[in-house]
């Protein structure tokens, strides 16, 4: 089975530049997360989605950071203009939706999108 | 509001040896899941176990094992007879209700076995 697919694994900008990163989930996965995760931190949710509509962006900077994920699947994460202080590794979760099935609640992780703003 | 507390930031061991390491959360839910994830070098967060709040009985996997006490609000994990490739950054999370929700991060505690 495959993994969460993320891109580009790496990238690196100036400082009011934008950016975007891309998430494809597993096959199935109806939620699918955002994450921050800052050099020495855990991660901690940016943005959730079920199927295409938004569960829970009440952590999402809104005035510099936006999220859709069209027809349910893919997810592109955007941040403009980027801070310094938004270098950090962009991690894409997914998990099943329906709370029954076996393995619900355990989110399978991409290898994330590290970016460094200059 | 939740919160997950890993007080040790780094952990360095010599190879065979055991080690813990300590998680405590806080919660208001009566219904929540606490998980372990490991993070090698190459960045991917990998899942270890989930629990649920109403499954105190404690697991051993392989050199894996786990000690989840309500009373204490803890989910400890221990790595028995350490190796190199369980070197890796160790995360304990939280999330409420269905686990279907989003988890809630300690900040990890850092492994280091030396050969």
């Known amino acids: 089975e495959a993994g969460v697919a993320q891109s580009p694994r790496y990238k690196i900008i100036e400082k009011r530049q934008s950016v975007a990163f891309w998430c494809n989930p597993i096959?199935?996965?109806?939620?699918l997360y955002w994450y921050q995760q800052i050099l020495g931190q855990g991660p901690k949710l940016l943005i959730q989605?079920?199927?295409?509509?938004?569960?829970?962006d009440s952590q999402l900077p809104k005035d510099r950071f936006s999220a859709e994920r069209l027809k349910g699947v893919d997810s592109t994460l955007k941040i403009q203009p980027a801070k310094l202080e938004d270098s950090a590794v962009y991690l894409c979760?997914?998990?099943?939706?329906?709370?029954?099935?076996?393995?619900?609640?355990?989110?399978?992780f991409g290898p994330g999108t590290r970016l460094t703003v200059l | 509001a939740q919160k997950v507390t890993q007080a040790q930031t780094e952990i360095s061991v010599v190879e065979k040896e055991d080690v813990t390491l300590d998680c405590v959360y806080e919660?208001?839910?009566?219904?929540?899941?606490l998980f372990w994830y490991k993070q090698p070098p190459s960045g991917e967060l990998v899942f270890l176990i989930r629990?649920?709040?109403?499954?105190?009985q404690n697991e051993i996997s392989g050199r894996y094992s786990w000690n989840f006490q309500k009373s204490t609000s803890s989910f400890n994990f221990t790595i028995t007879a350490s190796q190199v490739v369980d070197s890796a950054v160790y995360f304990c999370?939280?999330?409420?209700?269905?686990?279907?929700?989003?988890?809630?991060f300690g900040k990890g505690t850092r492994l280091s076995v030396i050969a």
């Open positions: 629990r649920n709040s109403f499954d105190e």
């Open positions: 989605f079920q199927n295409n509509g938004v569960v829970d």
């Open positions: 999370a939280l999330s409420e209700d269905s686990g279907n929700t989003p988890l809630v």
């Open positions: 919660t208001r839910d009566t219904t929540y899941y």
């Open positions: 096959s199935g996965h109806a939620t």
């Open positions: 979760a997914s998990s099943l939706a329906n709370r029954r099935a076996s393995g619900a609640g355990e989110q399978f």
